[in-house]
């Protein structure tokens, strides 16, 4: 089955400590992108790519990192320099609005979320 | 004017009835809109897409209404277990070959029995 897996379900980070989150998806998607969403609150953008070897910042990308050497992967790391890092953390995938024939219609499909919390 | 707005809620139904919630969106050059449904502690489900012309899966029905921006998203029937929080999302283009896709904060849902 396709679909977007997120790894692992719970993290703890201690003080001065990096952190990686993984995304994987088999999708076949291009579009790759990670949110976090705090309690109570909508989901805010961190980063995303459109292609392999290419990726942007959203809209709160300070203290955290990416990269995108691979289709299907996306990982996360969150800093040190992130001093509020806990949060659930969204990865999504879409189809590229560039491949597709309905440019302007796709959605993002979610993993089921990686929960960090601070020790 | 927020991007794109929703009411928060809570809206509290009984078993049954009719609920509907809008999300309004300040570009006019958006493109394409989506409900999402996201339980408590988990990910965003694509609940449907938003067409033109309205359209409809089961109790659900979405429209769009370009003129005044926004969408609209009307349950029928409502179940225990379309308690939930809906997220409605807008993608515009914003040139150069990248969309912008904005999430609402969610509307949240409570049926009860």
């Known amino acids: 089955d396709g679909g977007i897996t997120q790894s692992p379900k719970y993290l703890f980070r201690k003080e001065g400590q990096n952190v990686t989150l993984s995304c994987e998806q088999n999708?076949?998607?291009?579009?790759m992108y990670w949110y976090r969403q705090d309690p109570g609150q909508g989901l805010r953008l961190i980063y995303y790519s459109q292609i392999v070897n290419d990726f942007q910042k959203g809209d709160i990308a300070e203290g955290y990192s990416v990269s995108r050497e691979k289709k299907e992967s996306f990982p996360l790391t969150v800093t040190s320099a992130q001093k509020n890092p806990t949060a659930f953390y969204l990865c999504a995938s879409s189809a590229s609005p560039h491949r597709a024939r309905t440019y302007s219609n796709q959605p993002q499909h979610f993993g089921d979320g990686t929960r960090l919390s601070i020790l | 004017r927020k991007e794109v707005e929703q009411d928060p809620g809570p809206f509290n139904v009984p078993e049954g009835a009719t609920v509907a919630f809008n999300c309004t969106y300040s570009n006019s050059a958006s493109q394409s809109f989506f409900w999402y449904r996201q339980d408590c502690r988990k990910e965003p489900k694509l609940l449907m897409s938003?067409?033109?012309s309205g359209n409809e899966d089961g109790r659900f029905t979405a429209q769009l209404n370009r003129a005044s921006q926004y969408i609209s998203l009307l349950i029928r029937d409502s179940k225990l277990s379309d308690s939930a929080t809906y997220l409605c999302?807008?993608?515009?283009?914003?040139?150069?070959?990248?969309?912008?896709?904005?999430f609402g904060k969610g509307t949240k849902l409570s049926v009860i029995p």
């Open positions: 999708l076949n998607h291009d579009a």
């Open positions: 938003v067409y033109s």
């Open positions: 999302v807008v993608i515009s283009y914003s040139g150069a070959g990248s969309y912008q896709l904005t």
